[in-house]
């Protein structure tokens, strides 16, 4: 079963940064594809940005240039970094983890979530 942690959320000025971390268990970090996503009140979930195992990084349009998404497959962690925070960046913040097991299909496991908000 694998297991996401996510931390580093809280309250935030407007132009302010944070980094988000989400530590990973129960998988083989370094085969998964991983990403975050956010919902803010009212609204559905969406994808912020997501790092394949391998390949190019990806960046919703409302986050590019302003976000980072990293990893460290020897810390089994999953990073966000965020600058030039605006209010509406406030949401929860989600992990994402597609994992493939035997059989070749993919499970997709979440996090609980870490509420960031940005005040201004």
């Known amino acids: 079963q694998v297991q996401l942690v996510e931390s580093g959320g809280g309250l935030v000025q407007s132009g302010g940064s944070a980094m988000l971390s989400c530590v990973s268990s129960g998988s083989t970090f370094s085969t998964d594809d991983m990403g975050w996503y956010r919902q803010a009140p009212g609204k559905q979930r969406e994808l912020v940005a997501k790092?394949?195992?391998?390949?190019?990084?990806y960046y919703a349009d409302s986050v590019k240039g302003r976000f980072t998404i990293s990893r460290d497959n020897r810390k089994n962690t999953l990073y966000l970094q965020m600058s030039s925070l605006k209010p509406g960046d406030t949401a929860v913040y989600y992990c994402?983890?597609?994992?493939?097991?035997?059989?070749?299909?993919?499970?997709?496991?979440w996090g609980k979530g870490t509420l960031v908000i940005v005040s201004s």
């Open positions: 790092i394949p195992s391998g390949g190019s990084t």
């Open positions: 994402s983890c597609r994992t493939v097991v035997k059989g070749g299909f993919a499970i997709d496991y």
